[in-house]
């Protein structure tokens, strides 16, 4: 119930009628178990189904390092949507791959980049925004190529591991946290309104804790079908 991929998921749905292939790609511990699965996977296949998206959603299952930075140097953009994070790992690593992220305004994520520059972000629980900005990371190629440059730029200087300090071994803890990536792949180029793009693209996701999640109603699932692509400013939710 803590990784919120269901704001993603969400997300995805809106973007779906205006790229009908889209790929939401999960990968980690999520949606395993054959006889009897978690509560948080059933509820994402809840709304996998409600939405119509079991064509646009695949679970990976668990990546190694190599497998991980295949999927991002792919990716459109790392999506970010955690609701509580601190140093988020996933969110460098999208940005010393080069993969423009998209994250959510919440916990330390925004000491990481510059929000328009490095990287850009929503307000957590909007994924109408969330949708708005990955669709802008899609179709503006000079947006994407900034932020990946950008985002890239700083990751390699903040992460120079000559210019940190080495810690003490009495001092050193490790933390093991299990982490979900997600990849979206977009459609093709003859499918977008405007622009091209040479390849494909693909996004990330890596969610932390998040409240108990609650099943929509029918009205929200109106919402989310009679969803209109309007400005980004017009869409942004408080």
Not at 96 to 105: E, N, Q
Not at 192 to 210: F, L
Not at 214 to 220: H, K, R, S
Request: net charge negative; charged share 25%.
């Amino acid at each position: 119930t803590y990784k919120g991929v269901h704001i993603v998921i969400k997300a995805i749905a809106l973007l779906k009628s205006k790229y009908p292939k889209i790929k939401l790609k999960l990968a980690g511990n999520i949606n395993v178990g054959n006889k009897l699965l978690d509560g948080y996977s059933a509820f994402l296949n809840m709304l996998i189904k409600k939405y119509g998206l079991q064509e646009n959603v695949i679970y990976l299952g668990s990546l190694d390092e190599n497998q991980i930075i295949a999927h991002l140097q792919e990716a459109n953009a790392c999506v970010i949507p955690s609701f509580v994070e601190t140093y988020c790992l996933a969110f460098a690593e999208s940005m010393i791959v080069g993969t423009p992220t998209i994250a959510s305004f919440a916990g330390a994520m925004p000491e990481l980049a510059e929000n328009g520059k490095e990287a850009l972000f929503y307000n957590s629980v909007d994924y109408y925004t969330c949708a708005s900005l990955i669709d802008k990371v899609l179709q503006d190629r000079g947006l994407a190529e900034k932020l990946s440059e950008n985002g890239r730029a700083r990751r390699m200087k903040e992460n120079d591991m000559s210019k940190q300090r080495k810690p003490s071994a009495a001092v050193c803890l490790l933390a093991i946290i299990p982490v979900f990536l997600c990849v979206l792949t977009a459609c093709s180029a003859e499918e977008r309104d405007t622009g091209k793009r040479e390849t494909g693209y693909e996004a990330m996701t890596e969610a932390a804790a998040v409240s108990e999640p609650q099943e929509q109603t029918d009205a929200e699932y109106d919402d989310v079908k009679n969803w209109s692509w309007a400005p980004y400013e017009t869409l942004y939710r408080t």
